[in-house]
């Protein structure tokens, strides 16, 4: 399991390399989903999160950000999304 405080490291390493700026980040239970990106640019994180592989955050964290920059699953949403996890 990861630190919530490391965590929220790795969402702002990821966000450097995304070129994107999350106004906030939070970590809470959640029990539809892993995370969510609101308009306004606060990311929440679900707990359950933290007890996952690194590959699994990683691909969470980097979907969200991209919602900063892209608040659709579009095609470049997508397209994207595959360039920063291979």
Not at 34 to 54: D, V, Y
Not at 76 to 86: A, C, D, E, T, V
Request: charged share 35%; glycine share 4%; hydrophobic share 35%.
């Amino acid at each position: 399991m990861v630190k919530p405080e490391r965590f929220k490291e790795q969402v702002v390493e990821w966000a450097g390399n995304i070129g994107v700026e999350p106004k906030e980040i939070h970590i809470r239970e959640m029990t539809r989903k892993w995370a969510s990106c609101s308009t306004k640019g606060r990311l929440t994180f679900s707990k359950a999160l933290l007890e996952e592989p690194k590959k699994k955050r990683d691909s969470v964290i980097v979907h969200e950000l991209l919602h900063l920059r892209y608040p659709n699953h579009s095609k470049m949403f997508h397209m994207m999304l595959k360039s920063y996890l291979r």
